[in-house]
């Protein structure tokens, strides 16, 4: 008889279940559909900036660079807007996040520059485009139709948490169900092992920092059509911070090769409905960082306890084998 195996997002989801009633039962303003809502569509940013960093996470890298691309490609948007219509500024900008994602896979694959050295750099450059466009000013969006990306509803579900929802599933389906996805989960678990099995690591790591890209820059188109606004400091606040707690926290591992797409956006909503709820409960923005601070400690202590606890169970079992005597052939009997 097949045994029936629990998800691997069992345990995140169900501390996210005890989040929600906890949260609720401190307040009933937290549990209504308005709050859930609210809730959904400002973890949407996260959610998105956690989904491109899962890719990268995946790998064996990191890419720090996201929360400046929310706040460039922001700014690109409403510039553009001032000349184009919004539907083409916003593929614009969002593709000028895609440059970044591959500059970021080409510095780290060609140069051998470690990611967190390129991401730090290329945040850097991420921050100062828009303050150098706009000269540290804000720029209004005057094309009302931009205001659907973040503002507009289907069937009354904000459309970002739509968007963030086809995005997610997509994911899911490549990492799982295509030949490049499983490359992404082999380089990153042992990227000499898989250039020797035929993995092409230049792809996988231009397109994992691509997607990353990507997906800072739709990031960024929400946030600015949430505000109409284009300014130069939006994403630079705590939005890196928990697209890295939300991706860890949802069981994907900062040494690369494990985790999957649904825990991370778990994580995204677990990270989100404690931010949400602690605005709720009147506690102050200082305490926010402290405890999502503590929820990646959390995090990355349990994934280096589990993965210390697979190695320590391979090199038992490989001990095991080299300590067992090759068993001697028998000597042919006399006649």
Same mark, same amino acid.
């Not at 000028?96 to 994602?101: D, K, N, R, T, W």
């Not at 969006?141 to 990306?149: K, P, T």
């Given at each position: 008889?097949?045994?029936?195996?629990?998800?691997?997002?069992?345990?995140? @989801?169900?501390?996210?279940?005890?989040?929600?009633?906890?949260?609720?039962?401190?307040?009933?303003?937290?549990?209504?559909?308005?709050?859930?809502?609210?809730?959904?569509?400002?973890?949407?940013?996260?959610?998105?900036?956690?989904?491109?960093?899962?890719?990268?996470?995946?790998?064996?890298?990191?890419?720090?660079?996201?929360?400046?691309?929310?706040?460039?490609?922001?700014?690109?948007?409403?510039?553009?807007?001032?000349?184009?219509?919004?539907?083409?500024?916003?593929?614009?900008?969002?593709?000028?996040?895609?440059?970044?994602?591959?500059?970021?896979?080409?510095?780290?694959?060609?140069?051998?520059?470690?990611? @967190?050295?390129?991401? @730090?750099?290329?945040?850097?450059?991420? *921050?100062?485009?828009?303050?150098?466009?706009?000269?540290?000013?804000?720029?209004?969006?005057?094309?009302?139709?931009?205001?659907?990306?973040?503002? !507009?509803?289907?069937?009354?579900?904000?459309?970002?948490?739509?968007?963030?929802?086809?995005?997610?599933?997509?994911?899911?389906?490549?990492?799982?169900?295509?030949?490049?996805?499983?490359?992404?989960?082999?380089?990153?678990?042992?990227?000499?092992?898989?250039?020797?099995?035929?993995?092409?690591?230049?792809?996988?790591?231009?397109?994992?920092?691509?997607?990353?890209?990507?997906?800072?820059?739709?990031?960024?188109?929400?946030?600015?059509?949430?505000?109409?606004?284009?300014?130069?400091?939006?994403?630079?606040?705590?939005?890196?911070?928990?697209?890295?707690?939300?991706?860890?926290?949802?069981?994907?591992?900062?040494?690369?090769?494990?985790?999957?797409?649904? !825990?991370?956006?778990?994580?995204?909503?677990?990270?989100?409905?404690?931010?949400?709820?602690?605005?709720?409960?009147?506690?102050?923005?200082?305490?926010?960082?402290?405890?999502?601070?503590?929820?990646?400690?959390?995090?990355?202590?349990?994934?280096?306890?589990?993965?210390?606890?697979?190695?320590?169970?391979?090199?038992?079992?490989? *001990?095991?084998?080299?300590?067992?005597?090759?068993?001697?052939?028998?000597?042919?009997?006399?006649?």
């Amino acid at each position: 008889m097949r045994k029936f195996r629990l998800p691997d997002e069992t345990g995140i @989801f169900l501390v996210l279940l005890v989040v929600l009633v906890v949260l609720s039962i401190l307040s009933p303003s937290f549990g209504t559909v308005h709050n859930g809502l609210t809730l959904l569509l400002n973890g949407a940013v996260i959610a998105f900036l956690a989904l491109g960093q899962t890719f990268v996470l995946l790998t064996g890298g990191i890419d720090l660079s996201t929360g400046a691309n929310v706040a460039m490609t922001g700014v690109l948007a409403a510039v553009l807007m001032q000349h184009l219509p919004w539907p083409v500024a916003s593929l614009l900008a969002v593709g000028a996040g895609l440059v970044l994602g591959v500059i970021n896979g080409l510095i780290i694959h060609y140069v051998k520059v470690p990611p @967190f050295i390129v991401t @730090f750099s290329t945040q850097g450059v991420a *921050t100062a485009v828009p303050l150098i466009i706009t000269g540290a000013n804000s720029i209004s969006v005057r094309q009302a139709g931009f205001s659907w990306i973040g503002q !507009g509803r289907v069937a009354g579900v904000p459309l970002p948490v739509i968007m963030l929802l086809v995005a997610a599933v997509a994911a899911g389906w490549f990492l799982t169900r295509t030949r490049l996805g499983v490359h992404v989960y082999a380089s990153g678990g042992n990227k000499s092992a898989a250039r020797l099995a035929g993995v092409d690591i230049r792809v996988v790591t231009i397109l994992a920092y691509a997607v990353s890209g990507v997906c800072g820059g739709i990031a960024g188109l929400i946030a600015t059509s949430r505000l109409m606004v284009g300014f130069p400091a939006t994403g630079l606040g705590n939005e890196l911070f928990f697209s890295i707690a939300a991706a860890v926290v949802g069981g994907v591992s900062l040494f690369g090769g494990i985790g999957t797409v649904a !825990g991370a956006m778990i994580g995204a909503v677990l990270i989100a409905s404690v931010s949400n709820g602690m605005n709720v409960l009147n506690v102050s923005s200082y305490w926010q960082s402290l405890v999502i601070g503590l929820i990646i400690l959390l995090g990355v202590s349990f994934d280096t306890y589990r993965r210390g606890l697979s190695g320590k169970s391979l090199l038992s079992a490989l *001990t095991s084998t080299s300590r067992k005597e090759p068993q001697k052939e028998k000597e042919p009997t006399a006649v």
